[in-house]
C-alpha cells in the first residue's frame, strides 16, 4: 500500500474494528503517521473525535504496519520524510453495522 513516494489508494473505506495494513514496496523508507505533532503542517493531519494520534515509526522497504481504526471518522495521515513532497493520504472508518 505505500508506492514510490504515494500511499496506494490515497483514500479507501473502512469499518470501525477494521485492521489496515501498509506494505511498503518501495526502495526507501516511509511511515504512516497520524499526529498532528509530528505534522509540519497542521492540513497534513486529521483524527476524528476519540482518536488517538498513531505512528509507525519507520516502515523501511519490504516492511510492514498494521493498525486497527477503533474510532469512527475521516483520518488523514503523511508520510514523515515525504510530507513535502506531498505524501498524503485518507482513511474513512464508518460505524459497524448494528
Ligand atoms: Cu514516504
Redesign the pocket.
Known amino acids: 500500500m505505500?508506492g514510490f513516494?504515494?500511499f496506494e489508494p490515497a483514500e479507501i473505506t473502512i469499518r470501525v474494528g477494521d485492521t489496515v495494513r501498509w506494505r511498503n514496496d518501495?526502495e526507501?523508507?516511509?511511515?504512516v503517521t497520524a499526529d498532528p505533532g509530528q505534522a509540519q503542517d497542521e492540513d497534513s493531519v486529521m483524527l476524528p473525535e476519540g482518536a488517538e494520534p498513531f505512528g509507525s515509526g519507520t516502515v523501511a522497504p519490504g516492511e510492514a504496519f498494521e493498525y486497527t481504526f477503533e474510532a469512527p471518522g475521516r483520518y488523514r495521515y503523511?508520510?514523515?520524510?515525504?510530507?513535502a513532497?506531498g505524501?498524503i493520504a485518507e482513511i474513512v472508518v464508518e460505524e459497524a453495522d448494528e
Open positions: 505505500v513516494d504515494a518501495s526507501f523508507d516511509h511511515t503523511f508520510c514523515i520524510p515525504h510530507e513532497a505524501m
